[in-house]
């Protein structure tokens, strides 16, 4: 079992987050974004940055190569319709994506917006671990965390019409 810290102060202990999160074990605050036979997208539990989603695998496994070829069909067209409804609904003009095979977690991508507070931290990939540190620290605000539950919604409506 691992602890794992919310965004909202809660600790968790869980063998697998994502696990958790797509069996419903977790609800994640707002709800689930969209859901398929394979994937499930919410907003990220640990980070409160608006429309920070995570595509996480309902099955559980580790590594792309892994993917069944339905998978594959899903998680590209899955990916692509949230990135979609982030730049129509959320105004996101760029996203990071991020994925990798020795989470702790199982098969999942981060689709992380770049937001013009983001650039003080710099331009590449090296300035996603500050920017993550700093929303976790200095953004829970309830302003904050209200324009995330909003954006959550509009995303929703968005993806499930």
Not at 30 to 58: C, M, N, R, S, W
Not at 108 to 130: A, D, L, N
Not at 132 to 152: F, G, P, T, V
């Amino acid at each position: 079992m691992r602890k794992i810290t919310l965004s909202n102060g809660k600790i968790v202990e869980v063998e697998c987050l994502s696990c958790a999160l797509t069996s419903g074990l977790i609800e994640p605050d707002g709800g689930v974004v969209l859901e398929t036979e394979y994937f499930h997208a919410h907003q990220d539990v640990a980070y409160p940055i608006k429309g920070l989603i995570i595509l996480a695998a309902k099955r559980h496994f580790k590594c792309f190569d892994e993917l069944t070829e339905a998978e594959k069909i899903d998680y590209l067209q899955v990916l692509t319709k949230i990135r979609k409804a982030q730049r129509d609904v959320l105004g996101i003009e760029y996203v990071y994506y991020f994925y990798n095979e020795d989470t702790t977690h199982h098969f999942h991508t981060w689709m992380v917006p770049r937001y013009e507070w983001m650039y003080k931290f710099g331009r590449s990939v090296e300035s996603i671990r500050p920017v993550l540190l700093h929303a976790r620290h200095e953004m829970n605000s309830e302003d904050n965390i209200k324009a995330i539950m909003d954006a959550i919604d509009a995303l929703k409506k968005e993806l499930n019409t």
